[in-house]
């Protein structure tokens, strides 16, 4: 079983900055990733890292957040810069483990992430 917890949001102006955290429990995570969940609208990939250190984001985002890993703390973490308020929403941390015949997926609950203009 994985547990993923999540930090690090909060309020911040247009064009700041914010570092989101995900520590997770348990091992053998092949890749994880957050999501954000805009008011309203569907859950949709921000950014993703698998266990090799490969990286891919939403085209939204790209040039502004960086998504990297502590291995050794089984940490991920989102560095969000130049934040925009369409940036606004829950931030979920996500992890897959790959399984013989099938894959696991698991979710943090989500920390909220407020950008006034």
């Known amino acids: 079983q994985v547990q993923l917890v999540e930090s690090g949001g909060g309020l911040v102006q247009a064009g700041g900055s914010l570092r989101l955290s995900c520590a997770a429990s348990g091992s053998s995570i092949n890749a994880m990733a957050w999501y954000r969940q805009a008011p309203g609208k569907q859950r949709d990939l921000v950014a993703a890292i698998t266990s090799g250190g490969s990286t891919n984001y939403t085209d939204s985002v790209k040039g502004r957040f960086t998504i990297s890993a502590d291995n050794a703390k089984n940490t991920v973490y989102l560095q969000m810069n130049s934040l925009k308020p369409e940036d606004t929403g829950v931030y979920y941390c996500?992890?897959?483990?790959?399984?013989?015949?099938?894959?696991?997926?698991?979710w943090g609950k989500g920390t909220l992430v407020t950008v006034s203009s």
């Open positions: 996500y992890a897959r483990r790959f399984g013989r015949y099938y894959d696991i997926d698991y």
